[in-house]
């Protein structure tokens, strides 16, 4: 997968994450939140941000930080700044070779100091705070910058939700600032369908949004939706000057909203793609099958229909298109209820074979349902998709992203049209799905061309489809020396559609700002998308220019950074987090201290949490400690003394888990050969290296130490088309699950696939026979 780095200097303390709010870790836990303030001001076609978040450290001394803010979306970090005695103190931006050098001499200089970069592919913020004194708080705060979505005139905006306990804040509050992107347009239909306590309040055309909690952050991802009434066929343009610059930036907007002359649309293929593996698992896989039965019954006779499954294969459960028949439309939706989640998937391949399918139909629509993740571990690099763009050329992929709005956007970046939609938790997930399910049904705009004319119009940015589904809309950026017009031309029905505009921009405003970088984070994208396909010395010009958009916008990128006064730096640079192991002990809460002793040296501190009932400890580990199984020595200090408490274990891998799968009598004995069909039997799964197979281990004093659990996220037993459930037996590593009876006569093959939080997977096969 490819790793994007942002340095992030701040001569003093930074963080971010784009949860409700971030989560601030130390060696001896997570600090505690005391409060987050969220403020976003939707302007238009872009959410403004900005989280304010204060951390308390209640432990008697200092400690150094490590915070992270996951990005949504297509979001960008615009700035970060940091409080010292009540007095903000924001960060520049600076080149990443320059942070890099500016945080080298501050750390030869003892001065504090921080770095930062952008992990997964921009998906997360991360910086390291310096120490925090006992019994102290820090307060600080990340501006970032994403798009609106928008489907016809329903628009929506996801603020994902804290995913950790640490995460949670004492006192939380948004305030969501919603402003029409026409002036003199009311906004309707306003609804935060996964908060009931949330309140609105509307004047004109704007609205403003609140959700005030005490002792709970938002549990849920924030989900606001409205409608932006406007024309069947909505062209709106503006433009505005930005201080200090001689050009002004332009914005055009055509919205194909509702279809004007309500003909009936043309009878067309459609594809559904439906990623069925054990990431999705759970309530994605149940919002897929509902998208898929929804699109199913919502096609026409003339209409034709193909499904692909992806789960260890691409299963071709429609191998070809064919007419969506009141007898087609049953048997699909009855085998789609019967859909379970189960095995690897090869993303890749599923997109092959659907760009086999499409080939030459100029009408066809791909419905993609997946989390973005390919799992299946026979490739080098797992988190790869190879998808040829010119076999879609001619199709309409209509995708549905789960989990991760990030990966949503790569993936949707493959495709020469497209419609993303990211698919939330919660009962705002039922509003998507059924704006999927028009997307895949909707009118076409033919022939789609959009002018921008002036005296000097110049670095237009923005992607400009050939086609234009109901509901979606075209949005392009660019620079001018003087008044604009804009025609938008196309064919709908066989019909010529035409409009007009046109705007001139004022004296410098707040909006020219905004317009700015909204074109630079578009200019941005497209210039490293050129990157990747770039040689040596294109790869070098283009960074250049990616360098000097981060600097003169403000803007993070790959190559541009934040440098600010000062601070200490927890983190060393050659330190890596291949999996934030932990150390857990369960000691008495009244010893003194309680310590892990790591085989490279290194001291990791425990602290008592109050919600697990346990001492825990967090540690990095060095790069290029090789995989493998590690021990930490454990040691507590009480009224007595110091005292070992035994050895716990830890892993460095980033191999698949390994299984084995057996069939065993009740007793605990193997079966071979053919199996008794009167004899209760029951398959047995343990990790193939044994290292956990125990439930602890004791200490001469009769302590018990619980070792980490197996780094286990799914496990799931296949026989035939059945999924058997597993259960795991006490506190050990070992699953099992009895083998159904009256099983026919035969070969069976039982199929056992196991995932871990890293997304290794495995799959082990035990075969028997049935006399």
């Not at 803010?69 to 970060?80: I, K």
């Not at 196309?490 to 409009?499: D, F, S, T």
Request: negative net charge; hydrophobic residues 45%; contains cysteine.
């Amino acid at each position: 997968m490819l790793r994007l780095t942002m340095l992030v200097v701040l001569i003093f303390a930074l963080h971010g994450r784009a949860l409700a709010s971030g989560v601030a870790r130390t060696s001896a836990g997570p600090l505690r939140t005391a409060y987050t303030h969220v403020r976003i001001l939707v302007d238009g076609q872009t959410a403004r941000t900005t989280v304010s978040q204060v951390f308390v450290n209640d432990l008697p001394g200092p400690v150094s930080a490590s915070f992270a803010f996951p990005l949504p979306g297509d979001a960008t970090v615009t700035g970060f700044a940091d409080f010292r005695d009540g007095v903000r103190v924001a960060a520049a931006v600076a080149g990443r070779e320059a942070a890099v050098r500016a945080f080298e001499a501050a750390v030869a200089e003892g001065k504090r100091a921080a770095l930062g970069e952008t992990e997964r592919a921009g998906e997360r913020f991360r910086m390291s705070l310096d120490a925090i004194p006992g019994r102290g708080s820090r307060r600080i705060e990340l501006s970032f910058v994403q798009s609106v979505d928008g489907l016809g005139g329903a628009r929506s905006l996801v603020f994902p939700a804290e995913s950790d306990p640490g995460a949670r804040p004492s006192v939380f509050d948004l305030d969501i600032d919603l402003r029409a992107e026409t002036a003199g347009r009311t906004l309707t239909d306003l609804m935060a369908p996964n908060h009931g306590d949330a309140r609105f309040e509307r004047v004109a055309d704007r609205a403003v949004v609140t959700v005030n909690r005490t002792g709970r952050g938002l549990e849920r991802d924030f989900v606001l939706r409205w409608r932006q009434p406007g024309a069947p066929l909505d062209l709106a343009v503006r433009a505005a000057a930005r201080a200090g610059e001689p050009s002004a930036y332009v914005e055009t907007r055509f919205a194909f909203d509702t279809d004007p002359f309500a003909g009936e649309r043309a009878p067309r293929d459609v594809l559904l793609l439906i990623d069925a593996s054990l990431s999705m698992a759970g309530e994605p896989l149940a919002r897929s099958r509902d998208l898929a039965r929804r699109t199913v019954t919502a096609l026409g006779p003339r209409d034709r229909l193909a499904l692909l499954v992806l789960r260890d294969d691409v299963e071709a459960w429609l191998p070809d298109f064919v007419p969506v028949t009141p007898s087609v439309t049953e048997t699909v939706v009855d085998a789609i209820e019967g859909l379970r989640a189960g095995g690897l998937t090869d993303l890749s391949a599923g997109l092959a074979a659907a760009a086999d399918l499409v080939a030459g139909r100029p009408d066809a629509v791909v419905v993609v349902a997946t989390d973005g993740q390919p799992t299946d571990a026979t490739h080098g690099d797992r988190f790869a998709v190879d998808v040829d763009a010119a076999a879609f050329a001619s199709a309409r992929v209509v995708l549905a992203q789960f989990v991760s709005q990030r990966r949503g956007q790569a993936l949707a970046a493959l495709f020469p049209q497209v419609s993303l939609r990211f698919v939330p938790d919660g009962p705002a997930g039922d509003a998507t799905v059924d704006e999927l399910v028009r997307a895949v049904t909707a009118p076409v705009i033919e022939d789609l061309s959009v002018t921008i004319d002036g005296e000097r119009v110049f670095d237009v940015e923005g992607a400009l489809p050939g086609r234009l589904a109901q509901g979606e809309a075209v949005r392009l950026l660019a620079r001018t020396d003087g008044p604009v017009k804009v025609r938008v031309e196309g064919v709908l029905h066989g019909i010529p559609v035409a409009l007009e505009a046109s705007a001139k921009a004022g004296p410098p405003a707040p909006a020219g700002e905004l317009l700015s970088i909204e074109w630079a984070r578009l200019r941005v994208a497209g210039l490293e998308t050129a990157l990747a396909r770039a040689d040596a010395a294109e790869r070098e010009l283009l960074g250049q220019e990616i360098r000097g958009l981060g600097l003169t916008y403000g803007i993070a990128t790959r190559l541009t950074s934040f440098v600010a006064a000062p601070v200490a730096d927890s983190l060393g640079p050659d330190r890596i987090k291949p999996g934030d192991p932990e150390i857990r002990v369960h000691a008495d809460r009244g010893a003194r201290e309680v310590i892990g002793l790591l085989p490279w040296g290194e001291v990791v501190p425990c602290s008592w949490d109050e919600t697990e009932g346990l001492w825990l400890g967090r540690f990095l580990v060095p790069r290029g400690v090789p995989d493998g199984l590690y021990r930490v020595r454990i040691l507590l200090r009480s009224q007595a003394g110091w005292a070992s408490r035994g050895t716990l274990h830890f892993r460095v891998d980033a191999a698949p888990p390994g299984f084995e799968l057996t069939l065993e009598t009740a007793d605990g004995l193997p079966v071979a050969g053919p199996i008794e069909s009167d004899l209760p039997l029951r398959f047995v799964a343990r990790p193939a290296d044994h290292v956990f197979d125990d439930d602890g281990v004791s200490t001469a004093a009769g302590d018990a130490v619980v070792r980490d659990r197996l780094d286990l996220k799914r496990i799931v037993l296949q026989l035939g088309d059945e999924e058997l459930t597993l259960h795991r037996v006490g506190a050990g590593e070992r699953w099992e699950a009895a083998l159904p009876p009256d099983l026919p006569p035969g070969r069976h093959v039982a199929r056992l696939v196991a995932v871990d939080y890293a997304l290794n997977a495995t799959r082990t096969e035990f075969a028997f026979e049935v006399p």
